[in-house]
């Protein structure tokens, strides 16, 4: 079960711990380049296929705790890279995925972009042979409009297109969980230190609770993102039916966690100056990324009322 | 509504209307906090809009708070930029108009109604919050009036305003909610810093500001001295019980119209159910002001389920969004980094729900 106190969790809280979560306009975040020295992009992906080894359940916590700092990096995208090329490519810069051209994260610092169409079959193509309008995502990390222009290279051996997004949509999982835990204890430590009516915020019965509530909701979806990674670990059937669960209740906890988190910062809180927003937009903008938590919960309701309800029973208790 | 209402209606869409096709304003969510236009102020003024409640000795027009809500409402509707305008008009008008002396009245209140005078509000304190009360700042005894020394923090539009309201303790008192006193006071005194604060999405609206040895004269206070608290808590009526409370995000909900599939008929349905009602609260509000009330409980009721209200309507447009990005400068995205300060400003959701609760247990 991933939790916060998990070892390698405390290893990549170190390495985080005290850098400033603000970055330079237009180029990546300088922490970046340790991140990738450190070998997590490849975690997840067996050493004989020229990964670095540990389990999907490490990268799906080095993800979270990257989340948690307030960081923005291109972690996820260039991990699920890794594991659909193995060694391949494996000194180019910076190679992204996505499953559509209209927002592609990082394209404009990518020096490839894999591209794994619903449709289409699946390609790479170099930097040169797109052309790039940037945009942003509410946490202002690039989402870029791609369009092919030049020469691309066809991927015939990659993973399905549902595959890619469901890598894709478990790590965006642990990104929101990582993300609403970093909110937990920006909120945690403001209502113990910041003082009204003579006492500190958290005496207060109706903070308290809703911190309470934050917490749980942080509990729940570490459990659903834990079943989901253990589904692609050990059931690849079971694995998109998990992930669509994990995905909808991360994306229920980011709406309530930023919420909460929010309310109980005060005007504190929506401050550029204030850490908080660093957490809380990447909550607002992730939650319907990788597949929009409508799409996901529609996925599942479809396949409930088609199969009913042995079919659901089965895959509850599988 | 009345057939004079209609007409004040249809003027103000039509004023908007003109604006806009001019290019001279573009529609946003959250407009009254945010988009700061002299010149529309001006403009509302000209046409008796500013202070129109007022009794016209003091530049005002004598209409109810009806009409006004006519107004603000089509206002707000058209995303239309208002905040230079919209502390004075609202709130610090009524206040002084309520408790001020007859000097302070004609000194304050036809500025505001020409959009000459643009009001802040110093009421918070980095100390003093939801606890209100606490507030530090101190107002001394001078000859020929009042010496003011302290901090507000939050301060809407403190670096454009010519004027600010301000809550100070003229008294050290053991029981906090005495002993506190309200002024006007000129931004240009002596002594009176701004300093910016940015907000999450990088625009500047709020301040801190601070008071040095700033002398205030004597008829700069309003009502009496000592019954600040008495006389804020009814100020925080006009603040919290007006449609801005309800429509910060009703930009968003008009394009949602636009968008929205099936899918979220009975979504919409909802939000449509509750705005109708929220509607009618805004109404008992104005009827309640038109009676002479100061109607605290009508009003923090409404902000309370307001907010919550502005809110909800973001959470149904980002699912009418099919690609799941938001871009953060269309309306939705501004709406939604905007949205924390909704149930915190002007007092928070907790604490509306507390001075209700306790108005419950008295009973
Ligand atoms: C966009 C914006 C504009 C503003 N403009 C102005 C302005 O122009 N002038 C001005 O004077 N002020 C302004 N404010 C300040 C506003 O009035 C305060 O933020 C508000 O009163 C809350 O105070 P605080 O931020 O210090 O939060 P705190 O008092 O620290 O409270 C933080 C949270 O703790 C909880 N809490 C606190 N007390 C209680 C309680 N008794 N019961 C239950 N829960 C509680 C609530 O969740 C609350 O949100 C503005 C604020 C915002 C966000």
Known sequence: MSTENSLITRVAADVLSGVDPEAPADALHPVWPTLVELGWPQVGVPEERGGAGGSLHDLVELVAATAASGVSVPLLEVAVSRWVLGAELADAPLVVTTTGLEAVPWARHASHVLVRPEREPAFLAERGALEVVPGENLAGEPRDAVRVTGATTALPDAPSHEEVLARAALLKAAALLGAARGAYRHTREHVTQREQFGRPLVALKPVASSLAEMRVHLVATEAAVARAARGHEEDPDRALAATAAAKVTAARTATSVARAAHQLHGAMGVTREHPLHHVTRKLWAWRDESGTERSWSARLGRAALTGGEAALWDHLTA | ?363
């Open chain 2, 1 to 363: 509504m009345n057939s004079s209402l209609d007409g004040l209606r249809r003027e103000v869409r039509e004023l908007c209307r003109a604006w806009r096709e001019a290019g001279r304003y573009r529609p946003r969510p959250d407009a009254w906090l945010r988009s700061f236009d002299l010149a529309f102020s001006k403009e509302l003024a000209e046409r008796g809009w500013l202070g129109m409640t007022w009794p016209r000795s003091v530049g005002g027009g004598e209409r109810s708070n009806l009409a006004r809500l006519v107004l603000t409402e089509e206002l707000l509707r058209a995303g239309a930029p208002v905040a230079a305008h919209w502390i004075g008009d609202r709130q610090i008008g009524p206040a002084v108009l309520r408790y001020g002396s007859e000097r302070l009245q004609q000194e304050v209140l036809p500025g505001i109604a020409a959009a000459e005078h643009v009001f802040c509000l110093g009421m918070s304190e980095p100390d003093a919050g939801s606890d209100l009360a606490a507030v530090r700042t101190t107002a001394t005894r001078v000859p020929g009036g009042w010496r003011i020394d302290g901090r507000k923090i939050w301060t809407s539009h403190a670096h454009r305003a010519t004027h600010a309201y301000l809550l100070a303790r003229s008294e050290k008192s053991e029981v906090k909610h005495a002993g506190l006193t309200e002024f006007v006071l000129d931004m240009d005194s002596p002594g009176v810093s701004v300093s910016p604060i940015v907000d999450m999405a990088g625009s500047h609206h709020f301040n801190e500001v601070v008071f040095e040895n700033v002398f205030v004269p004597e008829h700069r206070v309003i009502g009496t001295v000592g019954d600040g608290w008495k006389q804020v808590t009814e100020q925080l009526s006009y603040e919290r019980g007006g449609p801005e409370r309800v429509l910060s995000t009703y930009p968003v909900l008009a394009e949602l119209l636009e968008v929205a599939d099936d899918g979220l008929l009975e979504e919409v349905g909802e939000l449509v159910a509750r705005l109708g009602t929220l509607r009618a609260l805004c109404v008992r509000v104005a009827e309640a002001m038109d009676a002479g009330e100061a109607p605290v409980q009508a009003a923090a009721t409404l902000k309370y389920l307001g907010t919550a209200f502005e809110r909800d309507v973001l959470e149904c447009a980002r699912r009418a969004t099919g690609s799941g990005v938001v871009d953060p400068g269309s309306a939705l995205g501004e709406a939604i980094l905007a949205s924390p300060g909704f149930g915190i400003r002007g007092g928070s959701s907790e604490v509306l729900l507390s001075i209700l609760a306790k108005q419950e247990a008295r009973r």
